[in-house]
């Protein structure tokens, strides 16, 4: 975790309206911990970066400044039976955004 993130985490917690105390007793985190993620000296652990994002109403993606999964992905492919390109784009992003929110509350993957 950066800088930016505890500075990202921070401005979460500040525009959510909660202190330092109510988000740590929100997120089940000691203070001291939250203190210490905020100023960055400790990085958080996914587990606290969902929890974080779950009681400031934000994303992970948000909090680690990794933008959104449209700005991040790149894809190449081959229209065939008059499918359109847009349609297939916007297929693709649905799914990996659905992925995406899943990572982002930690909602694990099943076979």
Not at 3 to 25: F, M, N
Not at 47 to 63: D, F, K, N, R, S
Request: proline share 3%; charged share 20%; glycine share 6%.
């Amino acid at each position: 975790m950066t800088r930016d993130t505890a500075a990202l985490i921070e401005h979460a917690r500040v525009a959510a309206g909660l202190s330092q105390r109510a988000l740590a007793e929100a997120t089940g985190m000691s203070q001291s911990t939250l203190s210490r993620i905020v100023s960055g000296s400790r990085p958080a652990k996914m587990p606290e970066l969902v929890a974080i994002a779950w009681a400031t109403g934000h994303t992970v993606a948000q909090l680690t400044g990794t933008g959104t999964v449209a700005d991040r992905a790149q894809c190449a492919a081959r229209a065939t039976n008059d499918s359109g390109m847009e349609d297939m784009r916007q297929a693709l992003l649905h799914f990996l955004e659905l992925n995406d929110y899943l990572d982002d509350h930690a909602i694990p993957a099943t076979i």
